[in-house]
């Protein structure tokens, strides 16, 4: 699976790693390109799963920035109750905002 920005791939994982929850598919840590991700502050603790990192995308190019605030996202360190719901641990997964086309 594939997540674009622009022309830019910003995770790719194989199938099988990724995590869905609530219609959100979740890469791996390790398969971003963290060049692109810039912590965002933008406060979000989700009921079920606990502290949300919000990432804004950003990509310069000569005097050009492109950026989309708040376009990923991700639970460093989710409820333990959560990684039981979810049956799997989500740590450090990012999921994707309308920005970013996720591919097959």
């Known amino acids: ?19 869905e929850i609530e219609g959100n598919r ?3 840590p390790e398969t971003i390109d963290r060049s692109l991700f810039h912590a965002s502050p933008t406060p979000y603790t989700c009921p079920w799963k606990g ?6 995308l950003r990509h310069s190019q000569g005097d050009t920035q492109d950026e989309a ?3 990923a996202w991700s639970y460093p360190t989710p ?26």
């Open 51 to 56: 502290e949300c990192q919000y990432w804004t």
């Open 1 to 19: 699976m594939r997540a674009l920005w622009r022309d830019h791939v910003v995770a790719e994982s194989p199938d099988e790693r990724i995590i």
């Open 69 to 71: 605030v708040d376009a």
């Open 26 to 28: 979740y890469f791996p």
């Open 79 to 104: 409820q333990h109750s959560a990684i039981e719901r979810v049956g799997a641990d989500f740590s450090g997964y990012v999921a994707f905002g309308a920005e970013v086309t996720v591919l097959p």
